[in-house]
């Protein structure tokens, strides 16, 4: 006879005591709920609304608890199955852990590799289940020898030595963070300069909310604008290159803004000089000479006779 199956009852419907069952609730959110008969997971709420994991964290902990027993829960695993990071995987691990709903240790196998072993409790607190031992190996039983004296009891067997202790699970060092590039400085810096960077900064939450600057962030900004506008760039310009194209939400505004300035940072426009057209080449003036034969004129550095004349006086020499 097959054990039943203890399928969560479906949730209430909101409303106060004493109305229908089936009124729609004007606002929030309606549940249609269909009861599963296979293929499920039970879910606390202590889980699914916990307030202090976040919804990484939260999904990871259903994947695992649906997963069957042995299944392979690893960093790379996850990262292979899910569009998430693998940093974003490893900090909801973490998170879990925290929380009591997940236990990572490092145990050596029997054949001396150490390996991951992954506990997932969907209840914070309870005990985990202990491992059985394997099955003593069965001993060769050896013919008895025929002796009339009987043979001496066997000495006890020698107790197994306990198995060495799994060292403490130490996660995996992550690289050094790169530090931003510096912000740009002006060479010449000047009062009007400065105060028009500061303007420029000031009045960027009139056009883009998202980028109100703190008091105290404008003044570490300033350097950064003033080259921009040391630069010859327009006050306009500057606007529209820090508020185009903004991510939402801009956690940190002072950041964002320093890494646009010091990302999109124009060159220098190039001097007069620099865009003056090359001078062109003088010609080469050859002077007219007269034929000495048909007193035609023609240029050339030296007198003689012309190309035509050259020709027939060539082509007679041959003749002969």
């Known amino acids: 006879m097959a054990t039943p199956q203890v399928i969560a009852p479906p949730c209430a419907q909101s409303g106060s005591p004493g109305t229908l069952p089936d009124v729609t609730p004007t606002s929030g959110v309606i549940h249609v709920n269909t009861r599963?008969?296979?293929?499920?997971?039970?879910?606390?709420?202590?889980?699914?609304?916990?307030?202090?994991?976040?919804?990484?964290a939260i999904g990871l902990a259903v994947h695992i608890q649906s997963l069957?027993?042995?299944?392979?829960?690893?960093?790379?695993?996850?990262?292979?199955?899910f569009p998430e990071s693998e940093a974003r995987i490893t900090a909801a691990l973490h998170e879990l852990e925290a929380e009591g709903y997940l236990h990572r240790s490092r145990v050596r196998l029997p054949s001396g590799r150490v390996t991951t072993r992954t506990i997932s409790y969907n209840q914070p607190g309870?005990?985990?289940?202990?491992?059985?031992?394997?099955?003593p190996r069965p001993r060769r039983s050896k013919p008895p020898t025929p002796s009339p004296v009987e043979a001496p009891p066997p000495p006890p067997a020698a107790p197994e030595p306990a198995p060495a202790a799994a060292p403490p699970y130490v996660p995996t060092p992550t690289a050094p963070r790169k530090q931003p590039p510096p912000l740009p400085q002006p060479h010449a810096p000047t009062e009007e300069l400065l105060r028009t960077a500061e303007a420029v900064l000031t009045d960027l939450r009139r056009h883009a909310p998202q980028l109100t600057l703190k008091e105290e962030d404008v003044p570490a900004l300033v350097p950064g604008v003033a080259t921009w506008l040391e630069r010859d760039v327009h006050p306009d310009t500057i606007r529209h290159a820090l508020t185009d194209q903004l991510p939402i939400p801009v956690k940190h505004p002072a950041k964002f803004v320093r890494s646009r300035i010091t990302a999109l940072l124009p060159p220098p426009l190039p001097g007069t000089a620099d865009l003056a057209p090359p001078p062109r080449r003088k010609l080469l003036t050859i002077p007219l000479q007269n034929c000495d034969t048909c007193d035609r004129?023609?240029?050339?550095?030296?007198?003689?006779?012309?190309?035509?004349?050259?020709?027939?006086?060539?082509?007679a020499t041959h003749a002969l």
């Open 36 to 56: 599963h008969v296979s293929g499920f997971v039970v879910i606390g709420n202590h889980l699914a609304q916990n307030h202090e994991l976040s919804l990484i």
């Open 126 to 135: 309870a005990t985990a289940p202990k491992a059985t031992p394997p099955p």
């Open 68 to 81: 069957p027993a042995g299944a392979k829960v690893g960093i790379k695993v996850l990262t292979d199955r």
């Open 297 to 315: 004129a023609f240029r050339a550095t030296h007198p003689g006779n012309c190309r035509d004349c050259r020709s027939d006086t060539h082509a």
